[in-house]
């Protein structure tokens, strides 16, 4: 998961898919719906900010634009931790007891090994940005676009390594499979 920005609500999903999807394909938000078979009421209310991006929704979004849901569900969960660490009553978690026995909460050590004490706790979501302090929106979201499209080309890398793997796995056996590297002269794949 990302890292929380201290001084602003992470920028929402809908926001997202609005600015680095929709708008660059140059699609209404009517059209999306009917391309994503969802209503248009509801399509509105996420692109606005007021409604989550659900799994199920995260899974159509990942389809339509060509990511993994798990990105779509990671900006919805930045979103919702903020909404929590910023609500009335949160003041009381503090308050908290560690499950660790006497000494171990000052002595730094977590209830799970390698997990966070809440002195770490409260530096990585006060401290911890994810980009630069005195950003305006408008770059931040440049900047998550940019992430959308690096991406999506790890993703398009992802599928062409599997493809090959594939190939050469399915090749017949004394049969070497096509080499599509670049760069080789042509003997690749031979026994030697």
Do not use: C
Request: no cysteine; proline share 9%; hydrophobic share 35%.
């Amino acid at each position: 998961m990302r890292r929380l920005p201290s001084r602003r609500r992470p920028t929402h999903p809908g926001r997202v898919f609005l600015k680095a999807v929709l708008e660059p394909l140059g699609l209404t938000q009517r059209e999306a719906a009917e391309r994503l078979r969802i209503s248009y009421p509801r399509m509105n209310e996420i692109v606005n900010g007021k409604r989550t991006v659900t799994p199920e929704t995260a899974l159509r979004l990942a389809r339509f634009s060509g990511t993994e849901p798990e990105f779509w569900l990671d900006l919805q969960q930045a979103v919702d931790l903020w909404d929590a660490l910023h609500a009335d009553g949160v003041d009381d978690i503090d308050a908290i007891e560690p499950g660790m026995g006497p000494g171990d909460h000052e002595a730094g050590r977590s209830l799970v090994p390698g997990g966070p004490t809440s002195k770490r706790r409260a530096e990585r979501y006060s401290v911890a940005r994810v980009f630069p302090l005195g950003e305006e929106p408008a770059e931040d979201l440049r900047a998550e676009t940019t992430a959308l499209e690096r991406l999506a080309m790890v993703e398009e890398l992802t599928r062409q390594s599997w493809r090959l793997a594939r190939a050469r796995v399915m090749s017949p056996p004394g049969k070497s499979a096509p080499d599509t590297t670049a760069g080789d002269s042509g003997d690749a794949g031979e026994a030697p």
